[in-house]
């Protein structure tokens, strides 16, 4: 298992198009998550999944983003229409667990450039 | 909501020098408290974790103690090395259904030898 891991790494895109994300968690870590990161920010929370079911979502995802886990496994990230601020790095992340605490672990992060 | 709140780096300090980066949490309940570092051109890894008041985390010669009391926990390295130059990341978890990560804005830290 070499972690989780996201594609593609970069993505450039012309403002108001749409662009997909995926992000593959590692293996049977029921939790997946994602988060928004700004140049100088830390990461910001977009939303998380226990196994197929979306179960929060940040006020920072506008009715633009969707995000989807069929069966539990992998994820995607989709946003419609895009604009200059959506340029940021994309993050997805994992983890295994039924209480906090527990460690997730990131991917490296698409970066998204909206021109 | 919950916030973080790290020092503003970025922090320049000579190889073997003492390190301390503050961080200071804002939270409903008792959160789990985490310190994450992106090396360049890395994606964020965890460096150490807290899970209760007065616990102790720490690897690679990092520590940092879970203090209730004054809601911080600090960062701590007794002797630098250039291969710790990164950003440093300070997260709170609050649990209770909610496993969302708040992070602070990062500190960078860079170690000249």
């Known amino acids: 298992d070499t972690g989780v891991s996201q594609n593609p790494r970069h993505k450039i895109t012309k403002r108001g198009q749409n662009v997909t994300f995926r992000c593959d968690p590692i293996?049977?870590?029921?939790?997946l998550y994602w988060y928004r990161q700004t140049l100088g920010q830390g990461p910001e929370f977009l939303t998380y999944f226990q196994n197929e079911a979306q179960l929060e979502k940040s006020r920072l995802l506008s009715d633009r983003f969707s995000a989807e886990r069929p069966k539990g496994s992998f994820s995607t990230l989709e946003i419609q229409r895009t604009e200059q601020g959506d340029s940021a790095m994309y993050l997805c992340?994992?983890?295994?667990?039924?209480?906090?605490?527990?460690?997730?672990?990131f991917g490296q992060g698409t970066r998204l450039t909206v021109v | 909501g919950d916030s973080v709140t790290q020092m503003e780096g970025p922090v320049t300090l000579s190889e073997e020098a003492f390190l301390t980066i503050n961080c200071t949490y804002t939270?409903?309940?008792?959160?789990?408290l985490f310190w994450y570092v992106q090396y360049p051109g890395e994606g964020l890894q965890l460096l150490l974790k807290a899970t209760k008041a007065d616990d102790k985390g720490s690897n690679k010669g990092f520590e940092a103690t879970y203090r209730k009391e004054t809601t911080s926990f600090h960062l701590e390295k007794g002797s630098v090395q250039v291969s710790d130059s990164a950003v440093y990341f300070c997260?709170?978890?609050?649990?209770?259904?909610?496993?969302?990560?708040?992070f602070g804005k990062g500190t960078k830290l860079s170690v000249i030898p």
């Open positions: 293996s049977e870590h029921n939790r």
């Open positions: 992340a994992s983890s295994f667990g039924d209480r906090g605490g527990t460690e997730a672990f």
């Open positions: 939270a409903t309940g008792y959160p789990s």
């Open positions: 997260a709170a978890m609050t649990g209770a259904g909610s496993y969302q990560l708040t």
